[in-house]
């Protein structure tokens, strides 16, 4: 009789201790996490607003946020032929990080002896300052466009590397004896079991190096374009600033930011169609 009272009583206290967001349905939970966030960014900019002009403080310190979207109006034209340069630094170096990172990982996941030998020096590229070597290779490498893109992937390159490693050695270690068992190739153990075990962590490696590769790619810009050299956004807003053109220097920031948002969302996305059916990070926000 207590041991079926007892499992009535669990079902209640579970039902009580119900989160909130467990008793939401799911088209409203995504209408909240869209709601609040918008919500709050809108009283963010009318509290701005309101308090630039209440105490009139100058365009040249802190424009408005509706002077702001004024000077990127006007200013589009130059500044989207800005933004598509940073953004073919970002691309380029991002594909390039998850070609060599992808195929790097694999030789470790392969090859203890190439793991052993070529993972310190990854490491090494990691915790050097992009900032630091950027003049470096500003001088070293006679093509604008190539030391740009050479700094981007060097900051997107580690993440895809480190997360892809961990994801190989992550997966089961029966499933890895069974394989052995059956006498699976080392290509067909890692078609069959390692990738698919690495594919999230692949994908969580993917969202950080995409704004990092950003991140790299505005740095390098910001390098060079004290030189003149440079047409991306980061030299529009070195420019801007040398000239106290400070709305048109946010006007540049909102657009670095909205790629950013951009690339963010972008990979939320590639995550929910990869993952979504058969993984439990994925799965949980369905249920």
Same mark, same amino acid.
């Given at each position: 009789?207590? #041991?079926?009272?007892?499992?009535?009583?669990?079902?209640? *206290?579970?039902?009580?201790?119900?989160?909130?967001? +467990?008793?939401?349905?799911?088209?409203?939970?995504?209408?909240? $996490?869209?709601? =609040?966030?918008?919500?709050?960014?809108?009283?963010?900019?009318?509290?701005?607003?309101?308090?630039?002009?209440?105490?009139?403080?100058?365009?040249?310190?802190?424009?408005?946020?509706?002077?702001?979207?004024?000077?990127?109006? +006007?200013?589009?034209? %130059?500044?989207?032929?800005?933004?598509?340069?940073? *953004? !073919?630094?970002?691309?380029?170096?991002?594909?390039?990080?998850?070609?060599?990172?992808?195929?790097?990982?694999?030789?470790?996941?392969?090859? !203890?002896?190439?793991?052993?030998?070529?993972?310190?020096? &990854?490491?090494?590229?990691?915790?050097?300052?992009?900032?630091?070597?950027?003049?470096?290779?500003?001088?070293?490498?006679? %093509?604008?466009?190539?030391?740009?893109?050479?700094?981007?992937?060097?900051?997107?390159?580690?993440?895809?590397?480190?997360?892809?490693?961990?994801?190989?050695? %992550?997966?089961?270690?029966?499933?890895? +004896?069974?394989?052995?068992?059956?006498? &699976?190739?080392?290509?067909?153990?890692?078609?069959?079991?390692?990738?698919?075990?690495?594919?999230?962590?692949?994908? /969580?490696?993917?969202?950080?190096?995409?704004?990092?590769?950003?991140?790299?790619?505005?740095?390098?810009?910001?390098?060079?374009?004290?030189?003149?050299?440079?047409?991306?956004? &980061?030299? $529009?807003?070195?420019? /801007? #600033?040398?000239?106290?053109?400070?709305?048109?220097?946010?006007? &540049?920031?909102?657009?670095?930011?909205?790629?950013?948002?951009?690339?963010?969302?972008?990979?939320? =996305?590639?995550?929910?169609?990869?993952?979504?059916?058969?993984?439990? #990070?994925?799965?949980?926000? +369905?249920?």
């Amino acid at each position: 009789m207590v #041991s079926r009272v007892e499992p009535q009583a669990e079902r209640r *206290m579970t039902a009580r201790t119900m989160t909130v967001q +467990d008793r939401v349905p799911l088209h409203e939970q995504t209408w909240l $996490r869209i709601a =609040l966030p918008v919500t709050l960014f809108v009283l963010v900019l009318v509290g701005w607003e309101l308090l630039v002009r209440i105490y009139e403080i100058p365009h040249y310190i802190l424009p408005r946020p509706t002077l702001i979207a004024t000077t990127l109006w +006007d200013n589009l034209g %130059s500044l989207m032929t800005s933004w598509l340069f940073t *953004m !073919k630094i970002t691309f380029l170096a991002l594909v390039l990080a998850v070609v060599g990172g992808v195929l790097l990982a694999m030789l470790f996941a392969l090859s !203890k002896w190439v793991e052993l030998s070529l993972f310190p020096f &990854a490491i090494v590229l990691q915790v050097t300052p992009i900032v630091a070597i950027a003049p470096l290779i500003l001088i070293f490498i006679s %093509s604008t466009t190539a030391s740009l893109l050479l700094c981007a992937w060097i900051v997107a390159f580690f993440p895809i590397l480190s997360n892809t490693v961990i994801g190989l050695r %992550s997966a089961d270690l029966n499933l890895r +004896d069974l394989f052995k068992l059956y006498r &699976a190739s080392p290509w067909q153990t890692l078609r069959h079991l390692l990738i698919p075990s690495a594919m999230p962590y692949f994908i /969580a490696g993917l969202k950080v190096a995409g704004g990092l590769s950003l991140i790299g790619a505005v740095v390098a810009e910001f390098t060079a374009g004290a030189a003149g050299k440079e047409t991306g956004l &980061a030299s $529009r807003i070195l420019e /801007a #600033s040398f000239r106290t053109e400070i709305p048109k220097m946010f006007a &540049a920031l909102v657009l670095v930011s909205l790629t950013g948002i951009a690339i963010y969302l972008v990979f939320n =996305l590639v995550s929910h169609l990869v993952l979504g059916k058969w993984h439990e #990070s994925e799965i949980k926000q +369905d249920r």
